[in-house]
């Protein structure tokens, strides 16, 4: 293989350039040579590097470029990164079709030195010689120096022409060996009377230095033709012979790296006969080099791989590259996985004569891939049917993943939330508060220390959850948090399934407190009743004694009168506590609503008139009745009124009015609403008012409305609250008529 021929490791400057003025593609000897870098040679106008006395005619072969008429040995001037000039001979063929010119450029700058000097010598008649390259000399028969000129003097040593004239070989500063080489030379030529040329030789001078020469030696004849001696002319090879050998060395490099690389490497001609291929390809395909030079490269590909190679070959033909993936069948019946790319090796025309076929195996790695696309599938199927609501965090805080239990949760797409700071992500956008406060634990995690509480989040259709999760970062070996995992549980239906269980015990607790004050409030009517009885009978016999005095005191009928309306009365409210904390009957059975009202202002007569609010009742379902438990129904409608008077005694220093209607709905049912003029509802009580333990009052417990609620909803009703009244509260409740 000529890997001289090697884009990018020619010596010369290979480029491809627009008919726009800027370069396409230059290889590594524009930057070596010019010291520009490539980005640099690629993004100026190529016009803007040429010196400006070199431009008109740089831009006129342009123009023959564009024409279609390729330019060969034009020479002009680039400018070098540090602003000198180098010369450059170019040779351009252009492809008007694609608009672009293949250009090859060396650089003559020692050239063109050179022949400046030769043209001003040749100018200059007498010192020709001794300004020439070359070194001159001329000797007799005998091998005696006639003449010299100043280059050949100043490699002896010799202080002026003069001083050669005479001498001969052996009295110069060549070594022995060198003048016995020279003199054999000089005979031959002399004997023979034919010129020797092209004698490569070394030499060492008279400084020291050991130089190589390329000489040639033609014999001088006189009038008659008989030699008289012999002109001789050298000339330094010494350059161009290291040149060589480091040519020589550079190919030898590119050989073994050809021969060394882990790749196969194939060089093939246009119609795919493989001209070389390195040692990587024998090794690891089992072939060897019999089989392979020769046959054409898709031999040794699957079939469906020759197909992808019949597809690829003309566009590489035509553009000089191709990139395929394709299988490659070794002698064993394997088939490697290949990424291979071709690249055309063009010749001195531009013309494209060989390709070099780059495969790499890449069957490892496609494992990997699918092994890593198995387990990736595999780990989404995981990560979206788990439970857990799992989203995957960046360091500062981005969301890159979420499952599909914590989409669901919300209602989300995957778009909804993805790139995203977690804590601006819909979940937490229902609070400030708790969006900072999420933040916060989203930064504390990035230091590396796990996080966990309890929060609130914004589900489904603005619905409230409440989950239990954690921030957990995770590290790689230098120690630093690469990303975090935030995992969650949500625990809203247990939370409510808790809640439920202790309002249950707390209405259990309360039940059991009733009926203990009950049997205590009994206990106290029934010793109270006889006293009370007793002092209505005392009453009753002064009254009578009184009305047998002759004279009575004056007033005294009034006095006793009002004693024994007092004592009836209290015995009236001992009945009805009795009859409201005693243990009854707990059945249901038909109810007047109208009238268990009535009796509430015997009930809490003494609160109504301490809070000094006054209870009006507007009753309008007289006859009409529910199926209900009294003495619940009263718990209920003491709750309401309780509250309305609780809450006109804290909002004023007196007065007030708490007003108790009925009336008799549309659909069948008894509807109660107590209102009142008090400071009504708190806005940030009333969603949730009705739950255990939820109070605005300094010393309640919270349990009075969650227990009404429990009540009405046995009984099949409704309870309610009005949250649209600006003075005052409603509450209200509704209970199906018997049948």
Known sequence: MDVGKLFNLSLDMLCVAGFDGYFRIVNSAFENILGH?????????????????????TLAAMQQLEEGVSVRHFENRYRCNDGSYKWLAWTSVPDVEEGYEYAVARDITGQKAMQQELT?????????????PAAIFWKDRNSVYLGANERFIQDTGLGGSQEIIGKTDYDLAWTREQADFYR???????ETGEAMLDIEESQRRANGEKVELLTN????RDEQGRVIGLLGIYMDITRRKQAETTLRKSEARLQTLFDSAAEFIFVIDPRGTIISANHYVYNHSGYDAGVVIGKNIKDFLSEESQIICDCNFPGLRERGYNRADIEFVCKDGRVLQMECSATAVPDEHGKFTNFLIIQRDVTERKQAENALADSERRFRAIFDSSYQLICLLEPDGTLVKANQTALDLGGLRIDDVIGRPFWETHWWRYSTEVRNRLK??????AQGTSVGYEENVLGANNVIRTIEFTLNPVKNQQGEVVFIISEGRDVSDRKQAEEERQRHRQEIAHVIRLGTMGEIASSMAHELNQPLAALASYCDAAMALARALPDPPQGIFDILERAAEQAHRAGDIIR????FVGKGNDAIRALDLDRVIETLGVLLGAELKTAKVALEQQLGCQGREVMANKVQIEQVLVNMVMNSVEAIEDARTTGGKVVLRTRLLEDDSVEVTVTDDGPGVDP????????????????????GLSISRSIIEAHGGKIWADGQRRDGAVFGFSLPLCE
Do not use: W, Y
């Open 440 to 445: 916060a634990a989203v930064m504390e995690a």
């Open 217 to 220: 030696k033609v014999p001088l």
């Open 576 to 579: 009805h506590l009795r009859e």
């Open 37 to 57: 870098s490539r980005q640099a040679l690629l993004e100026t106008p190529f016009i803007e590097f040429v010196h400006p006395d070199d431009r008109a005619a």
């Open 684 to 703: 940030d009580m009333f969603e949730r008012m009705f739950n255990s333990f939820q109070t605005s009052k300094a010393s309640g417990m919270g349990m």
């Open 120 to 132: 001003a010598q040749r100018d200059l008649f007498d010192s020709v010689l001794s300004n020439v």
């Open 184 to 190: 054999a030379c000089d005979r031959m030529v002399m």
